[in-house]
């Protein structure tokens, strides 16, 4: 892990060569471990992502009930499953948003439910928006009070989650899916409606793992609206999974390789997961990328030229960062559109990367709903990471290819997801080193 107050220091490097195996996705292993906590018996998460957000869920997840254990790498999660068994009257969520949006209608799911419990978070957390979810578990039998400023968090969770009809925007997919995962457990039958789903392909896996877990659902589309029936008063079973590797995490790693002279062979990436970030090789394919995928992952001639490309990029708004970057190093312009909701992230993702990467020389045009970016000669700054994982990654993979040494502030912000980061790139010869507060 990266110390509080630490800065990266990043140096032009020319040539990144090496196998290096990318992190397990964050997505699937929070999933994984708050199904987990659902289903009565003993269930096995193998290769797991050990990360700050990962710590959180466990936290979260051995106070509502279950005992979990670290052992190799693998988590063993033992449950007595529903109802959960709460046992502390505080829950804090952290910083980490997916545990945050999961874990609040399962609060509905406890022995005493109509005791209150109050659901806390970190600062960065407290800033971003709630009232959807809110709204929509006030509709299923929630009663939820804001303890400090209206429409954020902490906030004070009663009742049970009974089920019925219900409506949630969305602007992000975690509103949604923490309903599909927790609905199939209340009292009674639901419907939920969405309009204007974004970041569609992280419900398609809530819903593939509903499938392997064999719970029971439809889904209509009408319009720009989806429709989601879903039966109550059905359970989870404990399950054996093992995590795959995860496909944001690893753009940091495909964007270095491709604009950097050298070969580079990431593994324990499967392009038949269900993950939407996958869909980064394909665009970098089509920018020019050579790129070749194997049944163990990928592998990545790197420094050719690549020409800039229209993107919408609503399903996948995580990789905004990394393909900003990108954008800069693609001949002609980058544009990266229809993206909103990469604001209201860790932090707003259109500002911090625009911002950076200004600093740095680049000429990028910010729009409401994404951004454009146009090859660049990038040159070395002190830049703010925000406290953004996401941010402070992509900034130093532009820091690889800018003269001079860049700086990167709240370093540490990458143990969120990817706390050997780092480490990896510099086994790939990235001339990159962390500074440590004093």
Same mark, same amino acid.
Do not use: C
């Given at each position: 892990m990266i110390q509080i107050n630490s800065h990266l220091l990043v140096q032009k490097t020319s040539n990144l060569s090496g196998l290096v195996t990318p992190p397990s996705s964050k997505s699937h292993s929070i999933r994984a471990l708050i199904l987990a906590l659902l289903a009565k018996g003993e269930s096995i998460l193998t290769n797991p992502l050990a990360c700050s957000d990962m710590s959180d869920a466990m936290r979260i997840c051995t106070q509502l009930g279950a005992d979990i254990s670290v052992e190799n790498g693998t988590v063993c999660v033992n449950s007595a499953g529903l109802p959960l068994q709460a046992t502390v009257p505080i829950i804090n969520s952290g910083n980490s948003g997916i545990s945050t949006h999961f874990i609040m209608p399962l609060l509905g799911l406890r022995r005493d439910s109509e005791n209150p419990i109050i659901l806390d978070c970190g600062e960065q957390m407290r800033a971003r928006p709630i009232v959807p979810l809110v709204t929509a578990l006030r509709a299923l039998g929630l009663c939820i009070d804001y303890l400090d400023k209206e429409g954020q968090l902490p906030v004070s969770v009663s009742g049970q989650l009974h089920g019925g009809v219900t409506e949630v925007d969305g602007i992000t997919s975690q509103y949604l899916s923490a309903l599909l995962i927790s609905l199939p457990c209340a009292s009674r039958d639901s419907e939920i409606t969405v309009?204007?789903?974004?970041?569609?392909? !992280?419900?398609?896996? &809530?819903? %593939?793992?509903?499938?392997?877990?064999? /719970? +029971?659902?439809?889904?209509? &589309?009408?319009?720009?609206?989806?429709?989601?029936?879903?039966?109550?008063?059905?359970? !989870?079973?404990?399950?054996?999974? &093992?995590i795959a590797g995860d496909f944001s995490s690893a753009s940091y790693l495909i964007a270095a390789a491709v604009i950097c002279n050298g070969r580079v062979e990431l593994q324990g990436l499967d392009m038949q997961d269900p993950q939407g970030d996958k869909r980064l090789v394909y665009l970098l394919q089509e920018m020019g990328a050579a790129?070749?995928?194997n049944p163990q992952g990928l592998i990545i001639e790197g420094g050719k030229p690549l020409h800039g490309l229209k993107i919408d990029a609503d399903d996948i708004p995580d990789l905004l960062p990394a393909l900003a970057v990108i954008g800069t190093y693609a001949s002609g312009k980058t544009e990266l559109t229809n993206v909103r909701q990469a +604001? /209201?992230?860790?932090?707003?993702?259109?500002?911090?990367?625009?911002?950076?990467?200004?600093?740095?020389?680049?000429?990028?045009?910010?729009?409401? %709903? @994404?951004? &454009? $970016?146009?090859?660049?000669? $990038?040159?070395?700054?002190?830049?703010? @990471? !925000?406290?953004?994982? +996401?941010t402070v990654m992509a900034l130093a993979v532009a820091g690889l290819r800018a003269e001079g040494q860049t700086q990167i502030g709240d370093a540490e912000a990458v143990n969120k997801t990817f706390p050997n980061f780092v480490s990896l790139m510099q086994s790939l010869g990235a001339d990159m080193e962390v500074k440590n507060a004093h």
């Open positions: 309009t204007d789903l974004h970041e569609r392909p !992280y419900v398609d896996m &809530t819903l %593939d793992w509903l499938k392997k877990l064999g /719970i +029971r659902y439809q889904h209509t &589309t009408i319009g720009n609206r989806d429709i989601y029936h879903i039966p109550g008063r059905q359970s !989870y079973n404990a399950f054996n999974t &093992t790129i070749a995928i +604001r /209201i992230k860790e932090t707003d993702r259109i500002h911090s990367m625009s911002e950076g990467l200004s600093r740095m020389g680049a000429k990028v045009e910010v729009h409401e %709903d @994404g951004m &454009t $970016l146009y090859s660049s000669a $990038l040159q070395g700054a002190a830049v703010k @990471g !925000y406290n953004d994982h +996401r």
